[in-house]
């Protein structure tokens, strides 16, 4: 927080932007937000207005920041719960298709995209996706919460709404995909891999139509969907 401080120029000359200000004006402003005083008084109004839940004017915005952040907070939430629960519901789905595939072409494919995923930035997906769904193909919007200009109501609403989340899901679950992916492959390899006893009959006997690599597969496909305790095959 220190060093931007180090460079040249304050907040007045970004607000004043390619407007000339005079000298009166710049020295105004610089005294409504408190440029004019030393660093340490600077620090300690910033301290004493965070303990308020105070965080300051936004003037690009026209309104307090905290009113801006409780303004977008439901959007985020309902973004963050989506992509999380797709992240994991894929990622589960994916790991523990490659792991009962283990060795395959199908396994070798999933796991590329998983990489892929893992490596790319979510804002380079997000790029790509604006560019596929957005512009070459204009299936989807690219940006906003509704449709400007529609007043819709219900049902539709709703759907317009949910045409606006898509591509964002996307873009912020990719990541977490992949890591759920990778995850849920290795649980499932560490299940199938360990030892577990066979079911057998009274007699002794192992239990007609049952193998040790399917018994195994079928358990450590429960235990990793469901996350159960005991899925380090112990």
């Not at 304050?10 to 009166?24: A, C, I, K, N, W």
């Not at 997906?125 to 299936?139: K, M, T």
């Not at 529609?150 to 539709?156: H, P, Q, T």
């Amino acid at each position: 927080a220190v060093f931007p401080l180090l460079a040249p120029g304050d907040l007045v000359d970004v607000l004043g932007g390619t407007t000339d200000l005079s000298p009166e004006q710049a020295l105004a402003l610089r005294q409504r937000y408190g440029l004019d005083q030393p660093l340490w008084m600077q620090f300690l109004h910033y301290a004493g207005n965070l303990l308020h839940f105070d965080l300051g004017f936004s003037p690009r915005q026209g309104a307090p920041v905290v009113n801006v952040l409780l303004e977008r907070l439901p959007t985020t939430l309902a973004l963050v719960f989506l992509s999380l629960f797709l992240s994991v519901a894929i990622g589960t789905a994916v790991g523990v298709l490659a792991a009962r595939r283990a060795g395959t072409l199908a396994d070798f494919g999933l796991s590329l995209v998983v990489l892929l995923f893992y490596a790319t930035p979510s804002f380079i997906i997000a790029l790509l996706l604006i560019l596929g769904f957005s512009v070459y193909l204009p299936w989807l919007p690219s940006a906003g919460l509704s449709t400007p200009g529609m007043d819709l109501e219900g049902f539709a609403k709703l759907s317009d709404i949910g045409r606006h989340f898509i591509l964002p899901v996307i873009a912020l679950s990719t990541f977490y995909t992949a890591i759920y992916g990778r995850l849920s492959r290795a649980a499932m390899n560490l299940i199938v891999t360990a030892s577990s006893p066979l079911p057998t009959t009274a007699s002794g006997g192992p239990v007609p139509g049952w193998t040790s690599r399917a018994t195994r597969t079928r358990t450590a496909t429960r235990r990793t969907a469901a996350g159960w305790p005991g899925s380090t095959g112990t």
